[in-house]
């Protein structure tokens, strides 16, 4: 089944530390997206890219990191700069980056901050 | 830049009783708009979307929402809720960027609870 895979699906991290959210999909899809979810906030995008070995900052992308080295897969690292990292994370897709059409979702990650 | 605006954080309903979930965009250029639906502690689900045509579109599951342009909203409605319907529902709209890429612009959510 073609779709959007993210793991782990609870991490925990003590302050300080950087961790690595990893995102992948089989849908062959251009554009990948990063969002964080907190509650009553709905969702907010802090990174994406529309190509290989591209990427552009979102809304909240300060403490936070990507890379896209190959199209399946859009790692995120939280980085010890994010002041409140503790969040729902949510990775996406669209066919291209010219689509207005809908975003697919994986089903997240929760991290917590110890 | 768009905005969304989804005015109810949490809308109590019994079963079998309809609901409406409003959403308000802020501006009616070239608008593709969406209704997803987030269970709890999983994704985001596409439930319906308008892009062009009809301004009436129908989900599989018995939602429905409708592009209204002059006042510029896209409430969800559906006649009859089950219990299985408790989850979170977010609007979004499309937004164009400079370079021609599209963004998704999503409201702060609405949480429908369904009582038996």
């Known amino acids: 089944d073609g779709g959007i895979t993210q793991s782990p699906k609870y991490l925990f991290r003590k302050e300080g530390q950087n961790v690595t959210l990893s995102c992948e999909q089989n849908l062959n899809h251009d554009a990948m997206y990063w969002y964080r979810q907190d509650p009553g906030q709905g969702l907010r995008l802090i990174y994406y890219s529309q190509i290989v070995n591209d990427f552009q900052k979102g809304d909240i992308a300060e403490g936070y990191s990507v890379s896209r080295e190959k199209k399946e897969s859009f790692p995120l690292t939280v980085t010890s700069a994010q002041k409140n990292p503790t969040a729902f994370y949510l990775c996406a897709s669209t066919q291209d980056r010219s689509s207005y059409n809908e975003q697919f979702f994986g089903p997240g990650t929760r991290l917590t901050v110890l | 830049a768009q905005s969304v605006t989804q005015l109810d954080s949490q809308v109590p309903v019994f079963e079998e009783a309809p609901v409406e979930l409003r959403c308000n965009y802020s501006?009616?250029?070239?608008?593709?708009l969406f209704w997803y639906v987030q269970y709890p502690n999983q994704g985001l689900q596409l439930l319906l979307k308008?892009?062009?045509?009809?301004?009436l579109v129908e989900s599989i599951n018995g939602f429905e929402a409708e592009f209204n342009k002059s006042q510029t909203s896209f409430h969800l409605r559906k006649p009859s809720v089950h219990i299985s319907d408790t989850a979170e529902y977010f609007c979004?709209?499309?937004?164009?960027?400079?370079?021609?890429?599209?963004?998704?612009?999503f409201g702060s959510g609405t949480r429908l609870l369904v009582r038996p």
């Open positions: 308008y892009l062009s045509g009809s301004t």
């Open positions: 501006s009616s250029v070239s608008v593709y």
């Open positions: 979004a709209v499309s937004d164009r960027r400079m370079d021609s890429s599209y963004k998704l612009i």
